[in-house]
């Protein structure tokens, strides 16, 4: 997973029957996580918010997320570290 | 998920039979956006165009999107951005 | 998907046996196109060759273009595109 | 898979019911190690902790690795490398 | 998948279940070769050794190709090219 902070929001009018409803979230990664990852854009199931530091999963993972195997996502939020100490790094 | 631009077109006459009708748009993903993502391939099923802003899932969430698990593709095209202030940044 | 050119083969005297009589081509993806992708080698299951200009899916759905979701493969060529004139760019 | 030292942990308060009792810890990869890698989150489930040498296994392999493949995970450790020595390099 | 030299050894005395037995080998990318990839830790099961050049399959694939769907893998070792020459590029 990467640890990243909810930097946006997208609204998309015409989708995929299967992503109505869906909340989508812009999320940027942390320092030096992820694969080099740039911004994503993750469903949010949690309850995340602009400004939010979230735990997003990425690959079919995503759709276990969502509790919806049909949803056509890769990038789903699975967790919000709603206290930045919870973050410990020994360097 | 990746937002990104529709930015061209490509047809293959000799394909996979699992991909005859499908339509193959050229997304290139907007700024700081994907893994470092270059530009990718990906099946179009919600009606996007030249010019579009999309939003695009890749992986195995891509068949999904498509409705078809026999399809093979890894990026399928799941929403159309219709107006740019739909994506809301807060940097 | 990534569009690239086929640019060589490779050989496996020893290998898996879901893989006996697959055939191996080098594929180097486009300018611009896939993420930052360098070369990877695909499994050809529609008669390309060196120097066409192919479509490569990655991921599991490379599994779904053998056609044999037994051979442990993660890139597969699934079209080909004989006219280059068929990749419309719009810049 | 990669090889990299735990470097810290993440505690999320709010998350996916099917992360209760996960426990999160922070991978540096190794140099050269991973494809450019950054830093990722991995759910333990071997008993690593901080300074640890670990191999991660990413993608839909960690679901499988947690025993849980309703857990939203893309990234999990499956084995603590106990003696530096036992990684050998012949560069 | 990726072709690439088997450059070291990993053993990791406490992992998963699933993994007792599997050898682990590092993998460095040829030159040019997969998404700038890093050097990967995959199991061989095809009987690869150090100084080998090898193909690689990563993803899903590898817990196909290492024929248990069990094991927490990302990265297998599915073909051993024992001739240089058998790798050709036409630049």
Redesign the interface.
Known sequence: ???GKV??????????N??VGSK?L?V??ME???????????VD???AG??DIV?V?????????CDD????????I??????PQ??????
Chains 1, 2, 3, 4, 5 share one sequence.
């Open positions: 997973m990467i640890i930097v946006g929001t997208v609204i998309c009018t015409r989708k995929n299967n992503l989508f812009i940027d990664p030096k996580m992820g694969l080099n990852a740039g911004r994503i854009v993750a199931n949690v309850g602009i400004n735990l999963a990425t690959g079919s993972a995503a759709r276990v997320g195997m049909n949803a056509p996502v890769d990038a789903c699975v967790g919000i570290v709603d206290d919870k973050i410990v790094l020994i360097d």
